[in-house]
């Protein structure tokens, strides 16, 4: 988990955002309150963005618990990008389809520069996810947590401590 100092320490006049990246890929680490919270404060006092990636917060074991950053203080939510996505949650990996939030003129301005850059989900995909948002009741996404908490308990049983 990094510490908020480093951050801090890692800021110029030059830095414009913060990239969160929590449930975290690959480590799993899971960025506690404090944390964000010194984040969140250094953006707002700093006058940064905040990219905060959510695709792997469904994924969180054990004791830990994923805390959206823009609800731990919601002064930085006029200034915070929200990242997610379903190829992870619905195992729709090489799908690439998600979700940027934020303010409406970022969002038009992202959708603006994206749509010169990179192509688009393909049609099944967009299909597969808007049936999901339709129809999900949660009971596909509760069933895919399920069974990778247990592959994770095997992998931690074999592991050596």
């Known amino acids: ?79 915070t990008l929200i990242v997610n996505g379903f190829s992870k949650s619905l195992a729709l990996t090489g799908w690439r389809i998600g979700y940027l939030a934020g303010l409406k003129e970022v969002i038009n301005a992202v959708n603006a520069f994206q749509s010169h850059t990179t192509s688009n989900p393909n049609v099944i995909a967009q299909h597969a996810v808007l049936a999901h948002l339709q129809r999900g009741d949660g009971s596909y996404e509760s069933r895919l947590r399920s069974r990778l908490a247990s592959a994770r308990q095997i992998g931690l049983n074999v592991l050596p401590r």
Do not use: Q
């Open 1 to 79: 988990m990094p510490r908020v100092a480093d951050i801090k320490a890692a800021v110029t006049d030059r830095t414009r955002a913060i990239v969160i990246n929590t449930l975290n890929n690959p480590t799993g680490a899971v960025y506690d309150v404090p944390t964000l919270l010194g984040i969140a404060d250094l953006a707002v006092n700093r006058n940064l963005w905040i990219i905060f990636d959510e695709c792997y917060g469904d994924f969180v074991h054990g004791r830990h618990t994923h805390h959206p950053i823009a609800s731990i203080l919601p002064e930085v939510r006029s200034r």
